[in-house]
């Protein structure tokens, strides 16, 4: 039974095969998967032994596909990166069928610069605003999403605008323009913040949200 007054976010089993029933999430990083040694045990067999990881984020909660055989699932659909849970969302191990809920307490606890992803409809918030974004802008976005906190090369990013090799010749500049104008989105959508950063001669990392100070 779910207790919507519990005050800490938890994961809540929806079949008798996972143990614990309910389980807490109170540490930084918490493992789903088959094996007795996992935070979260699910005796399934197209569950891998450690098959998934959730890793807090601030005052969220981020799933994490750990290199499982058959994939993890969010609210029936398969999960290509770190997924932002919300509240009552439902989690999939080894098939699109649910087997566990996630329950947030208080969902709108969201610093008011974050940046998400509503990976139904495919449109990133930033707080509560939408991001309007032009298709290029939303692959990229989304390529550098998945790899959140992670530093991304020039070339990925060019391969996830425009689906082919990059071209150091041809797509310097069109790579140079259409990073620059999304660093403009999310700039004038957060108020001026710096999400998207150049590490030179390296690549591109995306925050979540502004640094603290920032």
Request: net charge negative.
């Amino acid at each position: 039974m779910e207790h919507e007054q519990n005050p800490i976010a938890r994961l809540v089993a929806l079949h008798d095969d996972i143990v614990p029933a309910e389980f807490l999430l109170v540490g930084a990083e918490h493992t789903i998967g088959r094996a007795a040694s996992c935070d979260i045990v699910v005796q399934r067999q197209t569950v891998s032994r450690l098959h998934a990881r959730i890793l807090r984020e601030g005052p969220r909660h981020a799933l994490h596909d750990a290199g499982s055989a058959n994939g993890t699932f969010v609210n029936g659909q398969q999960i290509v990166g770190p997924h932002l849970l919300s509240n009552r969302d439902t989690i999939g191990l080894g098939a699109a069928g649910d087997l566990l809920r996630f329950v947030d307490p208080d969902p709108t606890i969201v610093t008011a610069s974050r940046l998400r992803l509503d990976e139904r409809a495919q449109i990133f918030y930033l707080g509560p605003q939408a991001l309007d974004l032009t298709p290029g802008q939303h692959k990229l976005l989304i390529y550098l999403y998945r790899h959140l906190g992670e530093l991304c090369t020039r070339e990925a990013c060019a391969e996830a605008i425009w689906g082919r090799d990059y071209d150091p010749g041809l797509d310097a500049e069109a790579l140079d323009r259409a990073v620059s104008n999304l660093r403009g989105v999310l700039r004038r959508a957060s108020q001026g913040a710096e999400l998207l950063q150049t590490r030179r001669g390296m690549g591109y990392t995306l925050l979540a949200q502004p640094p603290e100070g920032a």
